[in-house]
């Protein structure tokens, strides 16, 4: 079955303590992307990559990290989290060209 | 600054009825447009999407109207049912300069009574 996978569902931590929110699709996708999703703000875009080895960033940067090192995998990286991070985040791909994105289940992330 | 904006957090429509859900822009350099809708617990999912050289676009019961010269595009659906109750986000791309990137809205939370 065609899917973005993120792993974990829920995850709640203390500030401070780094945290990876891992991110895989079996599309062989070249784009994959992190949006966070809160109240009244909808989806705003944190990271982005267009395919291995190239991120970029998006509207909402601050405090997180990417890599790229496999066309399949793109894990989101907390080093630092701070209680602003709460958030539900979910992970996307797509083909190039502005193909409809394909979203993961989403990540509850609670930072205390 | 909110580039895409849907103004309406919610919207309570009857079964059968039409639900009209609406969105504006603010970036001239958006040429293409899209639909999500987001069950609880799950991902967005496409619904539909359009390009700008088109005014409408239609799939089923789902049609999207854009009207370009007022930054303005509508989502309806008809006949509604009770399925269609869930998050809309609209999101658009300025495919020239940004590529895959897409800025949402907000989203409306649509209601479908029975």
């Known amino acids: 079955e065609a899917q973005v996978t993120q792993n974990p569902r829920y995850l709640i931590t203390v500030t401070g303590k780094k945290l990876t929110v891992t991110c895989s699709q079996n599309?062989?996708?070249?784009?994959m992307s992190w949006y966070r999703q809160d109240p009244g703000l909808g989806l705003r875009q944190i990271y982005y990559?267009?395919?291995?080895?190239?991120?970029d960033k998006g509207d909402v940067p601050e405090g997180y990290k990417v890599s790229r090192k496999e066309k399949r995998n793109f894990p989101l990286i907390l080093e630092s989290p701070s209680p602003n991070q709460t958030s539900l985040y979910f992970c996307?791909?797509?083909?190039?060209?502005?193909?409809?994105?394909?979203f993961g289940n989403g990540t509850r992330l609670t930072v205390t | 600054d909110q580039q895409v904006k849907q103004n309406s957090p919610s919207l309570s429509v009857q079964e059968g009825r039409i639900s009209i859900l609406n969105c504006d822009y603010t970036?001239?350099?958006?040429?293409?447009f899209l639909w999500y809708k987001k069950y609880p617990a799950e991902g967005p999912t496409f619904l539909i999407s359009?390009?700008?050289?088109?005014d409408k676009n239609e799939d089923g019961r789902f049609t999207v109207f854009l009207n370009k010269s007022a930054k303005h595009l509508s989502l309806h659906i008809v006949p509604s049912q009770p399925g269609d109750s869930a998050v809309y986000f609209c999101?658009?791309?300025?495919?020239?300069?940004?590529?895959?990137?897409?800025?949402f809205g907000e989203g409306t939370q649509l209601t479908v009574n029975p």
């Open positions: 990559s267009m395919n291995v080895e190239v991120t």
């Open positions: 359009i390009s700008s050289i088109k």
């Open positions: 599309m062989n996708h070249e784009y």
């Open positions: 996307a791909s797509s083909l190039p060209h502005n193909s409809p994105l394909h």
């Open positions: 999101a658009a791309s300025a495919r020239k300069t940004s590529g895959s990137r897409l800025t």
């Open positions: 970036n001239s350099m958006f040429d293409y």
